[in-house]
């Protein structure tokens, strides 16, 4: 009897070795990042990207582009403008920015080269004698669209200080949509103080200021231009929003639960607030919130007793690309790059970064 056991045994461990035998499927490994074909080589340096009526428009440094789904383009409409600075883009308008001397043209998005169409140009002189130039650092830290037709920049005066202008810009349409008026309203900062980062939400903007003593404060700004001290002494830079909380980072974590009017202090350690400092955008993918920095993407999670945790992602064939924003799009993952457009199927996105 024993051995007649130990033979079925034995046959039955046989049968694990042949090649019917029920395996672990071998899972392919994730796609990399890819440039995209349409921004080679002359076409490379992007300043912005925008989605409206469900197509992706990049803005390079001679053309407004709009993207296929294969990663090539059409390019909608050159602007002639050399753009120097980053610059803001949405369905109604774009701004180009040109230097010495420092020059803002806002261009109607639908016809930006239609012969006739209007645009505005503002130069330094049209917003004060004591206007020396764009800010020291004219990036996406301080040139800001709320995307309800307002746009907060920075600019240095004469005598070495911050200046704030907001722009808002009023739309017309005749034969096509042209850029109508642009009105300009000066904010004007404590005495002492300058300007150091703005983060959008809604339609106002909350904006950090410094003085030469370390002192801070945060302004919170509306479409109008007036402007309400809502963080004394706190100076908060930048903010994200997470359901219906926005944390923001200062000496250390701040929540606002009523959009920024007001902020209290996060109670307890959150470690998972420490890479607050370094975010530059954040949006939607997969329904999932995502941020970015200027060289890392990051997969952002609020547990049920609200704690905020993050995951690093991977970015193998993008590595060392500045990154301006992410978009999903035609079941893709596109990140516009200072240096290119990179695409990735949503699947691989997620991708955890390995060290």
């Not at 774009?94 to 930006?112: K, Q």
Request: with cysteine.
């Amino acid at each position: 009897m024993f051995t007649r056991f130990s033979f079925l045994g034995f046959c039955c461990l046989a049968l694990c070795f042949f090649p019917n035998c029920k395996q672990e499927p071998v899972q392919p490994a994730p796609a990399p990042w890819q440039a995209a074909p349409g921004f080679l080589y002359n076409n490379r340096i992007a300043f912005n990207s925008a989605i409206w009526d469900d197509q992706l428009y990049v803005l390079t440094e001679n053309s407004l582009c709009t993207v296929k789904p294969d990663g090539n383009i059409s390019r909608y409409a050159y602007h002639n403008e050399k753009i120097e600075f980053r610059s803001t883009l949405n369905r109604d308008f774009f701004v180009v920015t040109e230097h010495d001397p420092d020059v803002l043209i806002f261009i109607p998005s639908a016809n930006p080269n239609e012969a006739g169409a209007k645009r505005i140009r503002i130069n330094m002189s049209d917003l004060g004698p004591d206007i020396a130039g764009f800010g020291y650092t004219f990036d996406n830290l301080n040139f800001k669209g709320n995307g309800a037709g307002q746009v907060l920049t920075d600019f240095r005066t004469t005598s070495g200080r911050s200046a704030l202008f907001l722009f808002d810009i009023k739309m017309k349409k005749n034969t096509f949509w042209e850029v109508d008026e642009v009105r300009i309203k000066r904010i004007n900062l404590p005495e002492y103080y300058g300007y150091t980062g703005t983060s959008v939400i809604g339609d106002k903007f909350l904006t950090r200021i410094i003085d030469g003593l370390d002192g801070v404060g945060t302004l919170l700004i509306d479409g109008m231009g007036n402007a309400t001290l809502v963080a004394p002494e706190i100076g908060l830079y930048p903010a994200l929003p997470i359901g219906d909380t926005l944390y923001a980072s200062g000496s250390k974590g701040y929540i606002s639960t009523n959009q920024g009017n007001s902020w209290v202090p996060l109670q307890g350690h959150n470690p998972g607030l420490d890479f607050l400092f370094a975010l530059e955008g954040y949006t939607s993918i997969d329904r999932r919130l995502v941020m970015h920095s200027r060289s890392s993407i990051y997969q952002i999670e609020r547990s049920a007793e609200g704690k905020i945790s993050r995951t690093e992602l991977d970015l193998t064939g993008m590595e060392g690309n500045t990154i301006l924003n992410l978009h999903e799009w035609s079941g893709q993952v596109f990140a516009v790059t200072l240096t290119g457009v990179y695409m990735r199927n949503l699947q691989d996105f997620f991708t955890k970064r390995e060290y």
